[in-house]
């Protein structure tokens, strides 16, 4: 019973990071499709911008590779709850980060098809919600070499 809690954390790091990447896309990309419209010359900035969000849920997919190992039968149940905590650290982080993400790059994509000169300032302001869910995903890493049995020699 106690590896359940384990995998509900890791449901839902996959499971949140990947909804927030879905919806910070289409966010970028319903923008995208607006601002072409207006200029189709600018796809290739759109189609990147866009994609910014996508990787929030590869970081809860990476974070799920990183702590599965951990999960066995004779886990405790800290060992179980430090699973879970992760797994809420990045879904949560990573939902809402591709969401914001994928606003800051609607205003760009939106000032793009203004004619506005906004690609390289758009995406270095992306980055900034970005570099929460790297953190996220680094906790995770964290949490998998600090808990007592979840570091490499443990099991």
Known sequence: MIPLIAWIGMFLMVALSGMGSALGTVIGG???????KKRDDIFANCMILSALPGTQGLYGFGAFFILQTHISTTMSLMQASAILGAGLIM??????????????????????????????????????????????????FLIGGIIPGLGAAGG
């Open 30 to 36: 319903r923008a995208s499709v607006a601002a072409m």
């Open 91 to 140: 879904g949560v982080v990573g939902l809402i980060s591709a969401v914001q993400q994928g606003k800051v790059v609607a205003n760009g994509i939106e000032s793009l098809g203004g004619g506005h000169d906004v690609f390289t300032k758009t995406l270095i302001l992306a980055v900034y919600p970005e570099l929460y869910a790297i953190v996220a995903f680094a906790t995770c």
